[in-house]
């Protein structure tokens, strides 16, 4: 079921299913997604789940902050959803630019968001370098160029020995951009650069935290991933091999595995 709301002052884009007896997934997409590019992976849920996802501010169907889609006005909107649609028991399952969005979630609200997922996403701040790279992105969206960008940028997000098997997914993700206002994603390119560093909050949370990691992954290479296991002892920790920044379309069933076992062993 799609349907609308409206969340911290704007319209956002949601799908619900399953009847949830057990426990609530909230799926929070990645940067230049949709909603529906979890389409195929919540199909995959067993029995019992409530699966909600949502286009998040700037993207898709949803509405934007005028200046800047900040952690902190995303994670209210997520409070926002929770309240008006009675959820409860929420695990959040972030892929890259969600699993930063779960950070601030569940810092501020750690009794609402009960676990976090990372699907192919970090706990760390921009550098200079990759700020000014967002600067260059902003440039490139407000100037008209932003499906430009995802040519680029989606298939970058495929193992290489993975893209002609995706191909059709990755033009279809590339042709969703079409639905983005240019200036929503250029919000939360703004929102993306402010973001803080959350390593030393992962490490102190009491709130069960996972990684999933792709060993292909261009935008998280393995040194990366492997840093911050050695950053984050107590979090838990899956390798999906021959898999990139999309490890959860590329090895579905590997991930839902995953998944399905670490929400299940949370109380």
Same mark, same amino acid.
């Given at each position: 079921?799609?349907?609308?709301?409206?969340? @911290?002052?704007?319209?956002?884009?949601?799908?619900?299913?399953?009847?949830?007896?057990?426990?609530?997934?909230?799926?929070?997409?990645?940067?230049?997604?949709?909603?529906?590019?979890?389409?195929?992976?919540?199909?995959? &849920?067993?029995?019992? +789940?409530?699966?909600?996802?949502?286009?998040? %501010?700037?993207?898709? &169907? =949803?509405? *934007?902050? =005028?200046?800047?889609? !900040? /952690?902190?006005?995303?994670?209210?909107?997520?409070? =926002?959803?929770?309240?008006?649609?009675?959820?409860? @028991?929420?695990?959040?399952?972030?892929?890259?630019?969600?699993? +930063?969005?779960?950070?601030?979630?569940?810092?501020?609200?750690?009794?609402?968001?009960?676990?976090?997922?990372?699907?192919?996403?970090? %706990? +760390?701040?921009?550098? %200079?370098?990759?700020?000014?790279?967002? &600067?260059?992105?902003?440039?490139?969206? $407000?100037?008209?160029?932003?499906?430009?960008?995802?040519?680029?940028?989606?298939? @970058?997000?495929?193992?290489?020995?993975?893209?002609?098997?995706? !191909?059709?997914?990755?033009?279809?993700?590339?042709?969703?951009? $079409?639905?983005? !206002?240019?200036?929503?994603?250029?919000?939360?390119?703004?929102? &993306? /650069? *402010?973001?803080?560093?959350?390593?030393?909050?992962?490490?102190?949370?009491? *709130?069960?935290?996972?990684?999933?990691?792709? !060993? @292909?992954?261009?935008?998280?290479? /393995?040194?990366?991933?492997?840093?911050?296991?050695?950053?984050?002892?107590?979090?838990?920790?899956?390798?999906?091999?021959?898999?990139?920044?999309?490890?959860?379309?590329?090895?579905?069933? $590997?991930? /839902?595995?995953?998944?399905?076992?670490?929400?299940? =062993?949370?109380?």
């Amino acid at each position: 079921m799609e349907f609308f709301v409206t969340a @911290n002052g704007i319209p956002i884009h949601i799908s619900v299913s399953g009847e949830g007896e057990k426990k609530t997934l909230l799926f929070l997409h990645g940067y230049l997604e949709t909603l529906y590019i979890w389409d195929d992976f919540r199909s995959l &849920l067993p029995a019992g +789940y409530k699966s909600v996802a949502i286009d998040l %501010p700037g993207h898709g &169907l =949803s509405g *934007t902050h =005028s200046q800047c889609n !900040d /952690m902190k006005f995303y994670s209210d909107v997520l409070v =926002s959803i929770a309240h008006k649609l009675k959820l409860s @028991n929420i695990h959040i399952i972030g892929h890259s630019m969600g699993g +930063y969005i779960g950070q601030r979630a569940i810092k501020e609200y750690p009794d609402l968001f009960v676990s976090l997922t990372h699907f192919n996403s970090n %706990p +760390y701040a921009d550098n %200079p370098d990759k700020k000014n790279q967002r &600067l260059k992105e902003i440039e490139l969206v $407000e100037n008209g160029r932003l499906v430009q960008l995802a040519q680029i940028a989606i298939p @970058n997000m495929y193992a290489k020995q993975n893209l002609r098997k995706f !191909d059709e997914k990755i033009h279809e993700t590339v042709e969703m951009c $079409e639905t983005h !206002d240019p200036f929503g994603i250029s919000s939360t390119i703004r929102g &993306l /650069m *402010t973001r803080e560093d959350n390593v030393e909050f992962l490490r102190s949370t009491s *709130t069960p935290i996972m990684f999933i990691f792709g !060993d @292909n992954d261009n935008y998280l290479p /393995m040194d990366r991933a492997n840093e911050i296991v050695a950053s984050l002892p107590k979090a838990k920790y899956h390798f999906i091999n021959e898999s990139g920044h999309n490890s959860f379309i590329e090895k579905p069933s $590997e991930v /839902m595995n995953a998944l399905t076992i670490f929400v299940e =062993s949370i109380q």
